[in-house]
């Protein structure tokens, strides 16, 4: 039998110490990077999108892909890529953890929608607003010292 896999994520990280460095007119060249990675890796993007300090990633990952893998190839080839182009001057690199979440295959339109809206739907929550919201709502203890 072959494999056969429908696993939707959503992957978000941020910047190290939240600094708010990832300027919406070179946002477009980083995703598309990203993008690459994914598609390097089999992975199929959904969508994409993020603000000054933190990003998204709506995703299919591959049966063969781990996601401490994925995200760790993201964070890594990514960082060295706005460093070489100089597209955030003050990036200084990415946080050290990440959150990964599965959502059911019904969901996927509202998720991308969500995705989507970021800069509208951060007028109104921080992003560690956001991430406890997330945490929260699939189940996932944590301790909010190493959420800083």
């Given at each position: 039998m072959s494999?056969?896999?429908?696993?939707?994520?959503?992957?978000?990280?941020?910047?190290?110490?939240?600094?708010?460095?990832?300027?919406?007119?070179?946002?477009p060249e980083l995703f598309?990077?990203?993008w690459g990675i994914l598609k390097n890796k089999k992975c199929h993007l959904y969508r994409?999108?993020?603000?000054?300090?933190?990003?998204?990633?709506?995703?299919?990952?591959?049966?063969?892909?781990?996601?401490?893998?994925l995200v760790k190839d993201i964070k890594l080839a990514s960082s060295d890529y706005i460093k070489e182009k100089?597209?955030?001057?003050?990036?200084?690199?990415?946080?050290?953890?990440?959150?990964?979440?599965?959502y059911s295959y019904s969901a996927k339109n509202d998720l991308i929608e969500y995705v989507k809206n970021q800069e509208e739907h951060h007028k109104a929550k921080t992003f560690m607003e956001e991430l406890v919201e997330?945490?929260?709502?699939?189940?996932?203890?944590?301790?909010?010292?190493?959420?800083?």
């Open positions: 494999t056969y896999t429908q696993i939707l994520y959503q992957i978000v990280f941020s910047t190290k110490h939240r600094e708010r460095t990832l300027f919406k007119e070179n946002r598309k990077y990203i994409m999108n993020g603000v000054e300090d933190h990003i998204h990633i709506v995703t299919h990952i591959h049966p063969t892909v781990a996601p401490a893998a100089g597209l955030f001057p003050d990036f200084s690199g990415w946080q050290d953890g990440y959150g990964a979440f599965t997330l945490l929260k709502e699939h189940g996932v203890e944590f301790d909010e010292k190493y959420l800083k």
